[in-house]
């Protein structure tokens, strides 16, 4: 009698991993096939536990399932010299490994024509779908690009005035009304705002929110004090050496983020004044450097790995499920951390409770 044959190499490998993810969740050898090759047929929730397990196990999912899925997803963002982008692209990535996707990092640096040819580019490597933080609120062209090539995409953070799609982030109107009547408490009443590009709707709304809240107290920022300049540190310095050189040092500057805020303070610290005692700063985002101790910056906080997970799972399930219509906005939930850039006592500052969560369908 001949002896058996016996299987070696990745395909057997492959078989028996299957074999045994199917006993550990007590599914069919079957369930686990469709999901390493990409097919449908297999709820969410099995799936993810499927290809944890295989994760663990070292075996990738197909790059190619039955709908043709390349397993590739993209993430486009401004630049990653902003932290808040970059905090977004790694919780991206990690929540995609696990549901065995890989991806595609892309840099518009706000340009309209460069994210025009990212769009051309991501459709032409035929990717799964796109999470984009670098939308244009007045530009569709590279989102028309997108949906022409029936690519899914979810809007983090951004989203455009034309287009309906997928939206996770915060109510920014009003985030910004809520920190500038904390400053107004302060009995401020020269005051100066700086924000990221009026293309931006996270911005846009920012400005408003900033000028809606002061309004109600019946002051107005003139022209010269209200600054939209990119979403850097950069960005920030050039503003704050325009407020010093047009009018003098505010009494206080609404920034909206961060970093903006961070440029604005090394301005100010070069001209001797001190954020918090000879002006208010404030920031928004809520990056741990920013909220730490040595800073103590006053700002709004956003959940920036909730929004991130929550943009990658609302693209996921898009992509398993095509067939879904309605587009959904998430709106999480916010809150203020009061530090002493604003003039309070470091021994008074205290985190405000946060806002409800919010979902709507658009």
């Known amino acids: 009698m001949e002896p058996s044959a016996t299987e070696v190499g990745p395909e057997a490998g492959r078989r028996g991993t299957a074999a045994a993810i199917a006993r550990k969740l007590g599914i069919s050898q079957a369930a686990v096939s469709y999901v390493l090759n990409g097919r449908p047929g297999v709820s969410a929730a099995t799936r993810r ?52 996707f890989e991806v595609l990092l892309a840099t518009t640096d706000d340009a309209p024509e460069k994210m025009v040819s990212v769009a ?12 984009t933080a670098a939308a244009h609120r ?15 995409f979810t809007f983090l953070s951004r989203r455009s ?49 900033f ?13 010269h004090r209200r600054v939209s300049t990119e979403l850097s540190r950069d960005g920030g310095r ?13 009494e206080a500057v609404l920034c909206g983020s961060d970093e903006l805020a961070a440029g604005v303070m090394e301005v100010l610290d070069e001209a001797d004044l001190v954020p918090g005692r000879d002006v208010a700063v404030t920031g928004f985002d809520g990056l741990e450097q920013s909220t730490s101790r040595l ?22 399930g898009r992509i398993e499920d095509r067939s879904r219509r309605e587009a959904q906005a998430l709106v999480l939930p916010h809150r ?3 530090g002493r850039t604003c003039g309070c006592e470091p021994a008074a500052a205290a985190e405000e409770r946060p806002a409800a969560v919010a979902e709507a369908d658009l």
């Open 336 to 338: 203020l951390h009061i």
């Open 138 to 152: 007045e530009d569709s062209r590279a989102l028309g690009i997108l949906r022409e090539g029936r690519i899914p």
């Open 161 to 209: 005035s034309f287009v309906t799609a997928d939206f996770v982030g915060i109510d920014d109107f009003a985030a910004a009304q809520e920190i500038t009547r904390h400053v107004l408490r302060h009995g401020h009443t020269r005051i100066a705002t700086v924000v990221g590009p009026r293309f931006s709707s996270s911005s846009h709304l920012r400005e408003r929110g």
């Open 49 to 100: 536990k499927v290809l944890e397990l295989a994760n663990e196990a070292g075996v990738r999912p197909s790059r190619a399932g039955a709908r043709g899925l390349s397993r590739v997803i993209a993430l486009i963002v401004p630049s990653v010299a902003n932290p808040m982008f970059t905090s977004w692209a790694q919780e991206v990535i990690s929540n995609a490994d696990r549901a065995g």
């Open 120 to 131: 051309r580019m991501l459709v032409n490597r035929g990717i799964d779908g796109v999470i």
């Open 238 to 250: 050039r503003a704050g050496l325009h407020l010093l050189a047009h009018g003098g040092a505010p």
């Open 211 to 223: 000028a809606e809240a002061l309004s109600a107290h019946g002051l107005t920022v003139p022209r």
């Open 295 to 316: 800073v103590g910056m006053s700002c709004v906080v956003q959940p920036a790995r909730t929004m991130a997970q929550q943009a990658t799972a609302q693209l996921l």
